[in-house]
């Protein structure tokens, strides 16, 4: 079965940009889904299919995917991005990576 | 306004059943696939299980085939998951998750329900 490989965590500074990848062998060929979620809430879809912001998401996210990597950038981070962060891709079944928990110093 | 609000969480002993419903408002229900995906506590996100808008196709995850089972109402705008033989580490918060695009699958997920509760325990 397809595996999704994320770092457990990342650091960023205020203001900074974040870079949060997600790895899968040749996942390039797939669309990636990005997910934030914040304690105790539900998940939010935060990019679509690479690249796309559904309606509501700030411009200061993006993402990006080739070859063996799909990259979710956060520009200009703030406190309120502090989240575990999930990449997602559909390979005859929904698959998510492990996760990443951005902190905002 | 897209909702979507899990019920039928609760503690079961394992080797019990459950019934989890996802109620449905605010867009063309029969359209779009549904999924259940799970969280157990202090882990990540586990897809569970898919729908197509008809309800003629179904997919599951492994670690529940054979033991769950979805369908959906077209008529109600519900989908449910009947969990059977249930064991400790199947203890999760369930969310229901409308399709984000107009597939028989979930490709992706948007929105995602506030979840409900199952715990398995003697």
């Known amino acids: 079965s397809y595996e999704l490989s994320q770092a457990l965590s990342v650091s960023v500074a205020l203001g900074q940009t974040a870079r949060i990848t997600c790895g899968g062998n040749?996942?390039?060929?797939?669309?990636v889904h990005w997910y934030q979620q914040k304690p105790g809430q539900a998940p939010v879809l935060v990019i679509y299919?690479?690249?796309n912001r559904p309606s509501g998401i700030p411009e200061r996210f993006s993402g990006s995917n080739s070859g063996n990597t799909a990259t979710l950038t956060i520009s200009r981070a703030q406190a309120g991005d502090e989240a575990d962060y999930y990449c997602?891709?559909?390979?005859?079944?929904?698959?998510f990576g492990g996760g990443t928990k951005l902190t905002v110093l | 306004e897209v909702q979507l609000v899990e019920s039928g969480g609760g503690l079961v002993q394992p080797g019990g059943s459950l019934r989890l419903s996802c109620a449905a408002s605010?867009?063309?229900?029969?359209?779009?696939?549904m999924s259940w995906v799970r969280q157990a506590p202090g882990k990540g996100l586990e897809w569970v299980s898919d729908?197509?808008?008809?309800?003629?196709?179904?997919y599951y995850a492994d670690s529940v085939k054979g033991r769950f089972t979805i369908s959906r109402d077209n008529s109600k705008n519900t989908v449910y998951v009947q969990m059977n033989s249930l064991r400790v580490e199947d203890t999760a918060v369930y969310y229901c998750?409308?399709?984000?695009?107009?597939?028989?699958?979930?490709?992706?997920?948007?929105?995602w329900g506030q979840g409900t509760l199952v715990t398995v325990s003697s």
């Open positions: 998750a409308k399709s984000g695009s107009g597939s028989s699958y979930s490709e992706w997920f948007d929105p």
């Open positions: 299919r690479d690249s």
């Open positions: 997602q891709v559909w390979d005859s079944s929904a698959v």
């Open positions: 605010g867009f063309t229900f029969s359209s779009y696939a």
């Open positions: 729908i197509s808008g008809s309800g003629g196709s179904t």
């Open positions: 040749n996942i390039g060929s797939k669309n």
